[in-house]
T-cell receptor, first 110, second 113 residues
Framework: DVKVTQSSRYLVKRTGEKVFLECVQDMDHENMFWYRQDPGLGLRLIYFSYDVKMKEKGDIPEGYSVSREKKERFSLILESASTNQTSMYLC?????????FGQGTRLTVV | GQQLNQSPQSMFIQEGEDVSMNCTSSSIFNTWLWYKQDPGEGPVLLIALYKAGELTSNGRLTAQFGITRKDSFLNISASIPSDVGIYFCAGHVSGAGSYQLTFGKGTKLSVIP
């Protein structure tokens, strides 16, 4: 079974803080993704990576950056957290065509 | 980005009833996927469809890949309380550089005991 692990289930951060969300996979998959999920808006792609040190912007990259220094780890960085970044964040890997998700991180920015 | 039209947006049903939901697109997809998300959790893959016309079952769940390749549906038979959650469809187009899946916005299912 594919295992995707997000480092935190719940986070509360202050406005202006730099926030790191970590995602680790156990199966050497190349493609990794970060989505945010908001009620009524579905899943929106923030960034994805198709290999180590490679990244591509998704649909809503503003206010975020990513890092992929090792194949198994894909980090999402909020450079200066704002209240409109309060959301559920989902990491996923893609195996051929199927995506497998982590358990999600619910981030609240106060 | 591209979106799939998923309907209905939400459903309230009695336990034991059958459920049907669908996804439509203006574009062709090579693969259709159906996911379920329990409250507070990440989506879990339920069924994958790889061929136009394909009909696949997973327990009480049945999904079909539309013959035009622009739609898919998911049926749940004899619903039970643990079927509660959000069901997402996703489509994939094969080809060089096609990394992404396109997701529907989800159908929120509530089951009344």
């Amino acid at each position: 079974d594919v295992k995707v692990t997000q480092s935190s289930r719940y986070l509360v951060k202050r406005t202006g803080e730099k926030v790191f969300l970590e995602c680790v996979q156990d199966m050497d998959h190349e493609n990794m993704f970060w989505y945010r999920q908001d009620p009524g808006l579905g899943l929106r792609l923030i960034y994805f990576s198709y290999d180590v040190k490679m990244k591509e912007k998704g649909d809503i990259p503003e206010g975020y950056s990513v890092s992929r220094e090792k194949k198994e780890r894909f980090s999402l960085i909020l450079e200066s957290a704002s209240t409109n970044q309060t959301s559920m964040y989902l990491c996923a890997i893609k195996r051929t065509v199927e995506a497998f998700f982590g358990q999600g991180t619910r981030l609240t920015v106060v | 980005g591209q979106q799939l039209n998923q309907s209905p947006q939400s459903m309230f049903i009695q336990e034991g009833e059958d459920v049907s939901m669908n996804c439509t697109s203006s574009s062709i997809f090579n693969t259709w996927l159906w996911y379920k998300q329990d409250p507070g959790e990440g989506p879990v893959l339920l069924i994958a469809l790889y061929k136009a016309g394909e009909l696949t079952s997973n327990g009480r769940l049945t999904a079909q890949f539309g013959i035009t390749r622009k739609d898919s549906f998911l049926n749940i038979s004899a619903s039970i309380p643990s079927d509660v959650g959000i069901y997402f469809c996703a489509g994939h187009v094969s080809g060089a550089g096609s990394y992404q899946l396109t997701f529907g916005k989800g159908t929120k299912l509530s089951v009344i005991p």
